[in-house]
C-alpha cells in the first residue's frame, strides 16, 4: 500500500466528525496524487465543525468525475453560515483538483483523453495508455 493510499484509509479514524460511521463503503475512489487534497480538506471541514456543537456530518462518497474530485457529504443542523463555509471550501478543493495531477500530486492539466476526462502532468500524460 502506498503511503498516499493510507494516508487516506486514516481519515475515518482521525476525522470521527466527519466519519461517524467509520470507513466509507467503497474506500476512497480517488488516484494517490489527490490524497493530500482531500486529507487537507477533511482537516478543515474538521475545524469548521469543531466551531458549532449542533451540525452533524456524514461524509458519503470521494470520487473522481470527469476528471475532478467530487465529495459528497450529508450536513444536518448547520446553521447557513456554517453550511456556507463548508460548501465553499469542498468547492475550493474540488476546482483546484483539476490543476493537480491525479496520480502523482503534480501540478497538472484538466484535459480530455481516450473519450474521459482526467487531470494529469506532463510526465503521467506521456505515460497514459
Not at 41 to 53: H, K, N, V
Amino acid at each position: 500500500m502506498s503511503e498516499a493510499r493510507a494516508r487516506l484509509d486514516a481519515l475515518p479514524n482521525l476525522y470521527p466528525k466527519l466519519f461517524p460511521r467509520g470507513p466509507l463503503p467503497w474506500g476512497f475512489e480517488v488516484s494517490d496524487g489527490w490524497s493530500e487534497l482531500v486529507a487537507i480538506l477533511c482537516a478543515r471541514i474538521d475545524s469548521i465543525l469543531c466551531e458549532t456543537q449542533s451540525a452533524r456530518m456524514q461524509v458519503v462518497q470521494v470520487k473522481e468525475k470527469f476528471g475532478a474530485l467530487r465529495f459528497y457529504y450529508e450536513l444536518k443542523g448547520a446553521d447557513a453560515s456554517i453550511s456556507g463555509v463548508i460548501r465553499e471550501a469542498v468547492a475550493l478543493a474540488e476546482a483546484a483538483s483539476t490543476h493537480i495531477c491525479e496520480r502523482c500530486g503534480c501540478p497538472g492539466e484538466h484535459r480530455t483523453g481516450g473519450g474521459w476526462f482526467v487531470t494529469l502532468c506532463a510526465a503521467c500524460s506521456a505515460t497514459d495508455p
